[in-house]
């Protein structure tokens, strides 16, 4: 407000100064601007309002800005070329102010059997799970889902997905538990590793769910992951003795995972 009465000074001072009577007319049109009368002026009015409108015009827009660079959006091919589990994904990470999207579309061979998996994790911003969503489909029809949500107090909790109703059970043994791992994609270790923020060299045990195909089988199991340095971590379940380098980007998600997924793109 304070830049447009500036400019209407302004253009009133150039009028004056174009006006022989300089001197009279700049007390009269100086009392004018202080009065209501001068912003009922066509010229002024319209003026005014189109000042107006730039200013609120240039709020909103750059309001508009804002929105929608807190979001972000990455989007990730991943091929594992293991011949008992050869599968790629398709897979978008979206970032906003409070919440993280994890959506992947695996198509695999699951014990040699052709499968779809579709999932869908959304994390807080602190990258603590909060809602799971798998969606399984093979041949002869033997598809399966699962809904899993997590309580701010991580409770857990899966709700029927195979009738309208809103039943749920308790998952007793994941309570407390911050991370999913599923086994499908290397997307699910980006959870912890986000979550831990690990100095290099400081290594940390945790306990997630994790959850195996084809039966959708839900398991606590224990993990360790170790900080080598900015780009890689060490991955391992100490209950089976599996190892696994994982190479990640500025964002924690994986570039390669040992000798199983790689990135396309």
């Not at 599923?182 to 959850?211: C, F, H, M």
Request: proline residues 3%; hydrophobic residues 35%; contains cysteine.
């Amino acid at each position: 407000m304070k830049g447009i009465l500036s400019i209407l000074n302004s253009l009133n001072y150039i009028k004056q100064s174009n006006n022989s009577n300089h001197d009279r007319n700049s007390t009269s049109n100086r009392s004018l601007i202080q009065s209501n009368e001068y912003y009922k002026m066509p010229f002024v009015s319209l003026l005014f309002n189109s000042l107006l409108y730039i200013e609120y015009s240039k709020n909103f827009f750059c309001t508009l800005d804002i929105i929608k660079y807190s979001m972000t959006t990455t989007t990730i091919m991943w091929q594992n070329k293991d011949q008992a589990d050869y599968s790629i994904e398709y897979f978008s990470l979206t970032s906003e102010y409070d919440m993280n999207t994890m959506k992947g579309t695996v198509i695999l061979l699951l014990d040699q059997v052709p499968t779809l998996v579709n999932y869908e994790i959304v994390s807080d911003k602190y990258w603590k799970t909060r809602s799971i969503k798998i969606s399984q489909q093979m041949p002869d029809n033997k598809n399966m889902n699962i809904d899993l949500r997590v309580s701010q107090d991580q409770n857990w909790r899966e709700y029927d997905t195979y009738t309208s109703s809103h039943h749920s059970t308790i998952i007793d043994f994941a309570s407390g538990l911050y991370d999913v791992d599923l086994q499908v994609t290397p997307a699910t270790n980006s959870l912890p590793i986000n979550r831990l923020r690990l100095k290099e060299g400081e290594s940390r045990k945790i306990d997630v769910v994790w959850i195996g195909l084809p039966d959708l089988t839900l398991v606590r199991q224990e993990q360790k992951y170790s900080r080598i340095n900015s780009r890689y971590y060490k991955f391992e379940i100490p209950s089976t003795g599996f190892r696994a380098q994982l190479e990640v980007d500025k964002l924690g998600l994986v570039i390669n995972y040992d000798t199983l997924w790689h990135r396309l793109n």
